[in-house]
């Protein structure tokens, strides 16, 4: 229904579509609604709400199924006995350390519109170098956590520099990078893993638990924390995002674009050397064979988490709950007598879901953009 | 209101088309009758339903039941049956705003997609034909280009060009159907829109019906013979095109005359020199002597690749710069980025507002303080309060119609992104602002607050330099327009300017063609 006094005034009337397209927003600020000279476009009352409803089931669909998968697995007959128990429950969130803060750093560089498939591998190498400085070499605990950091960075800062000086797609150079440094793992470690002289402050971190929550979990609040700042409450963070937006129009801004996109690689190997930290710190072993999954499940991860709280747009809530998403229903299958191979199967899946999903949000904006040209 | 009766003369008849989105009513049972081999203009404002009507003509939205379409002496068709296989059918044949062509596939692909591809033995594609039918397309529509050309290669016009060829390639000898063109010049000099209209007029004699829809006055009533005008999704009017005048399509439009549309001259502009250039060089430009006084808007009048956009990048230090001085303020000013240019003071804004302008999916606040984000990180931690309401204030100085500052720009009017744009500089204050085409795909109200807002900075001490196309545009909205013409500035001409004079000087052949640049 539209309910509008004739004749109009006088003025050239732009585009109410657009505003409709815009209409959540009235109902959830207390922004001013800013039109000059115009009445305020008439709404029903009804279809207010009704757009109300549908912006929270979007936002929070990925919430609903997490809690629906929770309260599933918690009342299964055959889950229930082993799932909602406080040791469960922490091997499950502990489980999903390593590869939350490797989402998470993955997050600066997709933010930017890149890609890391070497972030797994990344870690891994991380993980493998510090194992075989404390093993081999006998460095200190925290100068081995640095020394980890720090080669993160440094391959991160390798990634970053042949994305931008090369101006090639960052989605092949950094398969490459990730197939050579499994094959440095390879040649350095001779595939043997690294079991002894491990330190003990290292292996108690991966299995401690501080208020009843595991260590290696508060690493990754913290980290969620950090990237979420960095992200949203950063002009850098910002500039990401405006150079993930329109990279020509970003450089017209005066952004450093391509000086952003190395250090967002830089800052993205940082965190994938923490995570291979934290795999150390679990495993309590060096292992040169690197989960092939990893960088996937990272992509699944933030991918998923675009499509909730801000929806179309990469974000740290959302990424935090597309991981709990995916730990909920793997840990849950398993426990449903389900074998292993459900871990990559169900990952999988949920990437081509959430790639299918982004795909149909934006096909959604590409319609209220033709809209506007009425 | 009477039905439309659908005669022999008539090649297509809407009756009672209606479209609601979401509870709002962008079109409002529109009646609309085309007549056979005529140029039927389709008028008016953004969001005045003329967009909505061609979706819903092409089949690709689908309008509120209730509605006929009738083509030629066919029996109606309601809406709710139409689809996009029914319109081509009928011989309905389209050009959208932004054609859906192929950057990276040649011209010879970009048309076989529009069509088929020809083919030889075993289903191969017949390159041979398929190249050679291309050819003689592109020559028969002046398109200097080879068949193998990837259309990335060449400029826009001559995309969208090719884009107009696709729809008209299988039709040339129908004298039944519909040619629908959606702003078909919206990105073409005026020398080669003038090339088309002539085209398109030699088709509706051949019997071609045209439905045409564009926001530029002057075409519309060199081209159209009839014109409907719609405003807020209802038809205003359909009127004989013959001893129209530009004025009076204005005053339908936008329902209030043109003396308001655009806002006077100022008072004075002083002899100041805000920024000298002399002897500029690089690309397509041999030696650019420009003065550009304080508080004025001095209109670079030159075709398309005469480097009228080149000179704006190369002012803001986007675009490489062999030779030349300019100083600004008296000081020496060479900018080597655009962050030297807007630290100097300095603000431009780009062409193409999609692609290097807008941040679309960021909200219109981030889009208006964007490039200036450090400004509001103080002690570790983002103003973001101080960011809206600067926004807030932003959206109120620079009449900008948006529902919130959170909404993602792309959900804005082409008038309002763009004012969305001009804003993101103006709330810097610049001492030279660069504006390439600010009005490009805005309707004219907002063309006419675009113009309020050029004028109120040159008021607080801003130097404008303004690049259009249009040349009534042009002379309505400088003080001083400076021809631009084979690589040099070849006259300035004063107040009062004359855009036949602009078109004519624009266009002159170069005086020195053989000359050799220094």
């Not at chain 1, 207390?30 to 115009?38: G, K, L, Y």
């Not at chain 1, 990730?178 to 350095?188: K, Q, R, T």
């Not at chain 1, 405006?242 to 965190?271: D, K, Q, Y």
Request: net charge neutral; charged share 20%; with cysteine.
């Amino acid at each position: 229904m539209t309910t509008r006094s004739r004749p109009r005034p006088e003025t050239a009337v732009d585009d109410m579509p657009a505003q409709r397209a815009g209409d959540p927003a009235v109902v959830a600020t207390d922004v001013p609604v800013v039109v000059q000279t115009e009445e305020p476009p008439a709404r029903s009352a009804a279809s207010t709400v009704g757009a109300f409803g549908g912006r929270v089931l979007r936002q929070y669909s990925l919430v609903f199924l997490l809690v629906a998968s929770f309260v599933l697995y918690s009342t299964w007959g055959k889950t229930s006995s082993v799932f909602l128990t406080g040791d469960s429950l922490r091997v499950m969130v502990a489980g999903q350390a390593v590869i939350g803060v490797l989402t998470l750093g993955i997050l600066v560089t997709m933010v930017a519109g890149n890609f890391d498939l070497s972030v797994g591998n990344i870690a891994g190498l991380s993980q493998i170098m510090t194992a075989t400085l404390y093993a081999k070499h006998g460095w200190g605990l925290w100068p081995g956590i640095i020394a980890g950091i720090v080669i993160g960075g440094f391959v991160g800062g390798i990634n970053g520099v042949l994305v931008t000086v090369l101006r090639v797609d960052p989605f092949i150079i950094t398969l490459g990078t990730a197939s050579a440094i499994l094959g440095f793992i390879d040649w350095y470690t001779k595939d043997q893993s690294i079991v002894n002289g491990i330190p003990a402050g290292i292996t108690n971190f991966g299995r401690d638990n501080f208020l009843g929550v595991p260590d290696i979990v508060w690493v990754l609040a913290l980290v969620a924390l950090v990237i979420y700042y960095l992200l949203e409450h950063t002009p850098y963070g910002r500039n990401l995002h405006a150079i993930g937006s329109n990279r020509a129009a970003a450089r017209l801004l005066g952004i450093r674009v391509e000086r952003s996109i190395a250090i967002a690689f830089v800052i993205n190997g940082i965190f994938a050397g923490i995570a291979g930290v934290l795999m150390l710190a679990r495993a309590g072993a060096g292992n040169p064979q690197i989960p092939p999954t990893l960088a996937l499940t990272a992509l699944a991860g933030a991918f998923l988490g675009a499509a909730s709280f801000k929806v179309g747009r990469l974000n740290v809530p959302g990424t935090i709950v597309a991981l709990l998403f995916l730990a909920v229903n793997i840990t849950g299958l398993q426990y449903a007598g389900v074998a292993n191979w459900i871990n990559e199967m169900f990952t999988g899946l949920s990437l081509i879901f959430a790639i299918a999903l982004a795909a149909v949000l934006s096909k959604e904006r590409t319609v209220k953009k033709t809209r506007k040209t009425a | 209101m009477p039905a439309v009766m659908a005669g022999p003369r008539t090649a297509l008849a809407v009756r009672g088309l209606s479209k609601t989105y979401a509870g709002h009513l962008a079109l409002d049972s529109l009646f609309l009758q085309i007549r056979t081999g005529e140029i039927h203009a389709l008028l008016g404002g953004n969001g005045s339903g003329k967009s909505t009507t061609i979706k819903i003509l092409a089949g690709v939205v689908p309008a509120d039941p209730g509605g006929e379409i009738v083509l030629g002496g066919e029996d109606p068709v309601g809406v709710h049956d139409w689809t996009p296989a029914k319109a081509h059918a009928a011989g309905l044949r389209f050009v959208h705003q932004q054609p859906a062509v192929f950057p990276e596939l040649s011209i010879a692909e970009n048309l076989a997609l529009g069509a088929e591809f020809p083919r030889g033995a075993g289903g191969r594609v017949d390159w041979r034909a398929l190249n050679a039918r291309t050819a003689e397309l592109l020559e028969r529509y002046e398109i200097h280009a080879s068949p193998k050309t990837p259309l990335a290669a060449l400029r826009a016009a001559d995309r969208c060009r090719v884009a107009i060829v696709r729809a008209l390639q299988d039709r040339d000898d129908a004298d039944s159907g519909v040619l629908v063109l959606d702003e078909p010049t919206a990105a073409l000099p005026a020398a080669e829109v003038e090339h088309l209209l002539d085209a398109l007029r030699g088709y509706a004699e051949a019997g071609q019906t045209i439905l045409y829809v564009s926001h530029r006055l002057d075409e519309v009533l060199s081209v159209a013979d009839r014109v409907t005008v719609l405003r807020d999704g209802r038809k205003v009017d359909t009127v004989e095109a013959d001893g129209l005048r530009e004025a009076d399509l204005i005053e339908m439009i936008v329902g209030r005359p043109l003396d308001r549309v655009f806002p006077a001259p100022p008072v004075e502009t002083t002899e100041d020199a805000a920024m000298t250039i002399r002897g500029l060089r690089g690309g397509p430009l041999h030696g650019i002597d420009l003065t550009l006084r304080k508080g004025e808007v001095l209109g670079i009048a030159g075709l398309l690749g005469s480097g009228r956009s080149e000179l704006l990048r190369m002012l803001f230090g986007a675009y490489a710069v062999d030779g030349g001085s300019v100083t600004l303020d008296g000081e020496d000013y060479e900018p080597t980025s655009p962050q030297a240019a807007m630290k100097a003071g300095v603000a431009y804004v780009p062409e193409d507002r999609q692609a290097d302008a807008l941040l679309c999916g960021e909200s219109v606040r981030h889009n208006l303080t964007a490039g200036q984000e450090a400004s509001y990180f103080r002690k570790f931690l983002y103003r973001h309060r101080l960011e809206r309401s600067d926004a807030h204030r932003s959206i109120g100085d620079f009449l900008i119609r948006v529902v919130s500052d959170t909404q993602p720009v792309e959900t804005l009017s082409g008038g309002n992104q763009q004012k969305v744009v001009m804003a993101r500089w103006l709330r810097r204050r610049p001492k030279v602002l660069l504006l390439d085409e600010p009005t490009q795909g805005v309707d004219v109200g907002a063309r006419a607050e675009i113009y309020q807002l050029i004028r109120r900075a040159t008021e607080q001490g801003t130097s404008v330099i303004l690049v259009v196309s249009e040349p009534e545009e042009l002379a309505h909205a400088s003080d001083r327009v400076a021809v631009l013409r084979g690589g040099r500035i070849t006259t300035v001409v004063e107040r009062p300017i004359d855009a036949h004079k602009l078109t004519e000087l624009m266009n002159a052949a170069p005086p020195n063609v053989g000359e050799a640049s220094p």
